[in-house]
């Protein structure tokens, strides 16, 4: 390997390749065939190119699933509200506690 090929994978290794719009490029390789006719089966249901579908796909996986407990308070006094009835938070964190909830 000669010095200038050193240097660009030094360089790459650093940071990683960006095309022209900032976008980084990334190969998959071994895909299973059951998972990639299943990505192109959600792909195609959602109108979806294969690479947005498996962008779309890990960026859902990867996405913070948890509620903080004042979202989930009015969360659950909206509903309570819905159906005619009011919650007070504190019952509600009791319940949370509890299991109850």
Known sequence: MNE?????????????????????????????????????DAAARSRRSLNHQIIY?????????QTS?????TRIQQ??????GFVESADVIEGIQDGRA
């Open 69 to 73: 407990r004042d979202e989930l308070v």
């Open 4 to 40: 200038s090929t050193a240097q660009l994978y030094s360089e790459l290794d650093e940071e990683p390749f960006r095309n022209q719009y900032g976008f980084v490029n990334v190969t998959l390789k071994e895909i299973p065939p059951e998972l990639h006719e299943q990505l192109k």
């Open 79 to 84: 509903r309570r509200g819905r159906l005619g």
């Open 57 to 65: 796909t890990l960026q859902s996986s990867l996405a913070s699933h």
